[in-house]
């Protein structure tokens, strides 16, 4: 059983908490709101999409290459490398901006109920 299908409901609307992008505190209006501003969840979502264009054929590759194990072992690995390497770069630029990791943030959108499958 995954700890996700029991994570408690969303942190109540009224409830300060801060915003993934600026890290600033704010007072949601809605259950589910995770950015303080439209234009905030916009940086964010469009950060991540740029990001996720090229991160999803490596990652994608290194998982079914089992990072370069089985099938084409030197794209597998080639994919495996720079997929790891933008995410450090990555996780380090989000760090040096004042950005909510990304483990924070996953965690926030999944007790918000976010269901990818
Ligand atoms: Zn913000």
Known sequence: ?????????????????????????????????????????????????????VLTPLAIVARITRNGTRGDRNTGATASHHANALIQRWRDEDRVAGRMSWSDYLARRYRAGFDPL
């Open 1 to 53: 059983m995954s700890a996700v299908l029991h994570a408690p409901p969303e942190t109540p609307v009224g409830r300060e908490r801060p915003c993934p992008e600026c890290m600033a505190p704010f007072v949601p209006a809605q259950p589910g709101q995770l950015f303080c501003t439209v234009e905030h969840r916009a940086a964010w979502n469009n950060r991540a999409t740029v990001r996720g264009r």
